[in-house]
């Protein structure tokens, strides 16, 4: 503590040797003034940080007014290179905080991504239905699964276009995948990429509920969305 209060105010009160011989003064008049300035940062950080040695830094400055203009100019040198070793260490210190406070912030950034995967894994996205040899949605509402989606780039949508099995294997392939593309279409007029979304038609072939009545044919004939 003594060490760091005496070239704290060695530096204070350099101005003064300044003026009295400028030939002994091994700085020009601007690195004066920095150190100067370094000198009042420091003080005050050392008033904050150690206030019950006030007494001890006022003692000091008085000491150091009187008998200033006596110090050598390999005494100044000395003293100058401390001041240096400081600056630099203060500025380490200044990147470590910015690089940890970066740390942070990226740690932020994956927590936030690791939560909505999370979300889009958990979420139940209800498929979208349609009538008989339509490509036309019944009914589509999928406004918050876009706002999310616009909120995280890094994910894309997989639509997958099904139907019953009420016709031909080709026309029901077809069908499917028109039925995909419509829901697409429906979400890049919403504002979505369209590189964002994938279209796939599986035709009749993977059915969620049984062909023989028109309840279950109505399930049968949608789209599904999902998120990866």
């Given at each position: ?20 011989d ?26 904050e940080n ?38 630099k ?80 294997d ?32 599986e ?26």
């Amino acid at each position: 503590m003594n060490k760091l209060s005496i070239f704290v105010f060695f530096t204070f009160s350099f101005s003064l040797l300044f003026a009295q011989d400028p030939n002994k003064n091994v700085f020009s008049q601007d690195e004066v003034i920095k150190l100067s300035n370094y000198a009042i940062e420091l003080e005050k950080s050392i008033l904050e940080n150690n206030p019950s040695d006030t007494a001890l830094i006022a003692k000091l400055k008085g000491d150091y007014l009187l008998d200033l203009y006596g110090y050598s100019d390999e005494a100044v040198i000395k003293i100058s290179n401390y001041l240096k070793e400081l600056e630099k260490a203060k500025l380490s210190a200044e990147l470590l905080a910015k690089e940890k406070e970066l740390a942070k912030a990226e740690e932020i950034i994956k927590q936030q991504e690791a939560e909505m995967e999370k979300k889009f894994t958990e979420l139940l996205i209800n498929p979208i239905l349609f009538d008989v040899n339509s490509a036309k949605p019944k009914e589509i509402d999928l406004f918050s699964l876009i706002y999310d989606l616009q909120l995280n780039k890094k994910f894309t949508v997989l639509l997958v276009g099904h139907t019953d099995a009420s016709g031909s294997d080709n026309f029901n392939l077809n069908l499917s995948i028109q039925r995909a593309t419509a829901v697409k279409r429906y979400l890049v007029n919403k504002g979505l990429q369209a590189s964002r979304i994938t279209i796939k038609g599986e035709g009749e072939w993977k059915p969620v509920s049984e062909n023989e009545t028109e309840e279950g044919r109505a399930k049968n004939r949608r789209v599904e969305i999902s998120v990866k």
